[in-house]
């Protein structure tokens, strides 16, 4: 019979398991970015399933236990140790001031892959033009630590209310201005409001738990995700281009390829001809690849990227 594996004892809550009983606690955002996060973690491997009324999704890693959480309340939960890891954004941590460890940035958001902002916006008809001349004026915002920060940096006495949500529809008659995230402006725009100034600019990070990556066993575990979710956003807009061109067509053909790194270049079975194996930007395809025919390439096939591990 097979020795069974040894039993370990788990640090945080003194019980014995053996290592194929491990798992890590994984916060999962809960509301606008559930869905893209999904998304993220099915391209790096890991197929995460939410189930109606449920704050536990299902994940095919036996090594995982998942739980939804809102991405407000995401670095509080993993600072404290009920999580061991979680997703959420930097705006969060700095506005609870969550002392937690930034395993990676992970670019990416509910609508593209550029950084939210949270900016300070009046009514189109309010006579307020900066900061200053919200002296002794009334702020509405869900980032009341951020907002408070911003004014002292800025010497300006306000009064700061928490908004428990619809912060857009409160100017003029609830608050003089709001400090609200976005990403294109476009629902600010529907409310008849201008941007006044930027407050700060944020992205989503992976976190994880000071005391739980002191366990070797967890933070390889959060290394391995970490890597596999940053190779799938490095290979987003990414493809592969291969192709055989004539050794002397060889610098007018790499001359037109504009490589992520340096061509991999392969000696095929006639010592004239050779293989070009390369990444490129997909948005440069549908041109290169004239230029790459007129120049001598042949057999040019694209391919498509689904990680890049550097």
Known sequence: MAASQPAQIDGKSGTTETMSERKIKLGIPAGSLQESTAELFRRAGYNIKFASRSYFPTVDDPEIECMLIRAQEMARYVSNGILDAGITGHDWILETQADVEEMCELRFSKVSRRPVRWVLCV??????????????????????????????????????????????????????????????????????????????????????????????????????????????????????????????????????????????????????????????EENLVRSAIPQLKQAGARGIVEYSINKIID
């Not at 600010?188 to 990070?205: G, H, Y």
């Open 123 to 280: 009514p189109n008809e309010s006579p307020v033009q900066s900061v200053k001349d919200l002296v002794g004026k009334t702020i509405a915002t869900e980032a009341v630590g951020l907002t408070k920060s911003y004014l002292e940096r800025h010497g300006v006495t306000a009064q700061v209310e928490f908004s428990w949500g619809a912060t857009e529809v409160k100017p003029p008659r609830l608050a003089d201005a709001i400090v609200e995230v976005t990403e294109t402006g476009s629902s600010l725009r529907a409310n008849n409001l201008r941007i006044v100034d930027e407050v700060i600019q944020s992205t989503t990070r992976f976190i994880a738990n000071h005391d739980s990556i002191k366990d070797d066993w967890i933070r390889t575990k959060i290394d391995n995700i970490a890597l596999m979710l940053q190779s799938c956003l490095e290979a987003e807009g990414k493809v592969g281009l291969m192709m055989n061109v004539q050794r002397s067509n060889l610098d007018a053909v790499i001359a037109i390829l504009p490589a992520l790194q340096t061509p991999t270049i392969s000696q095929l079975s006639d010592p004239d001809w050779i293989a070009i194996n390369t990444i490129v």
